[in-house]
């Protein structure tokens, strides 16, 4: 495992969040859309708990996918790119390199998700001698890993090269959760940063994170 440091340490469009693969035991079952009111882009999700605040029902979820990020090597730390023109500029190349690895590269909210089977991408590319392209970084990579080893962190799913650099497509390993507010049915929008800092509405959704990430750690724990 690799640490991975967001660049700056902000949360993108205000929406609380905690990086990692969803869990589909810890869904309610409940399919929604989570629509960004800035890009129009959507994410499908599952609920996990809902709350009612100010004549509004907001609700904690996790993505349907599988959240990635892309993230370069600084200093032996594995830092996330968060610049939404860097990572729009990025994207086709990593999109490419997914389609090699039989996965669906999408420009989702909040985050960059993958559709397909992650599961046993990174053994795979290793036997098959994909380690020879991420070349001679991997012994940064492994440099890292020892330095950080008790802490959580990301696993590498491939690399590439843009303008001379190299970047990494990596899998954050903690639990995911976002936050919407219903504007319609199943459809969900991520909260307005003035929303989030509302006095009124911002101690509301901060319970409803902590109650979602007891709710997965319970499930965690209890071998579901």
Known sequence: ???????????????????????????????????????????????????????????????????????????GTMVEVDNPLRIDALFPTAQAVCAELDLALLQTPVTLTVAGEVDGVEEGDEEEG????????????????????????VEVISSFQYQDQKYYLVLPLEPFVLVGRQVGGAKFDIPSPGEMESSQVGPE????????????????????
């Open 130 to 153: 994909d380690a020879e392209r991420l070349g001679p970084d991997l012994s940064e990579l492994d440099d890292a890993e020892e330095a950080e080893e008790d802490e959580e962190g």
């Open 1 to 75: 495992m690799i640490p991975l440091a967001p660049r700056g340490g902000a949360v993108r469009h205000g929406a609380p969040r905690l990086a990692g693969p969803p869990d589909e035991d810890t869904s309610s079952g409940i399919q929604v859309s989570l629509r960004d009111p800035e890009t129009d882009r959507t994410m499908e999700c599952h609920i996990l708990q809902t709350t009612s605040v100010a004549d509004a029902m907001y609700a904690s979820m996790t993505p349907i996918d599988t959240p990635v990020a892309i993230a370069s090597l600084v200093d």
């Open 205 to 224: 959704l901060e319970m409803l994170m902590e109650q979602s990430m007891a709710e997965i750690d319970a499930m965690e724990d209890g071998g579901y």
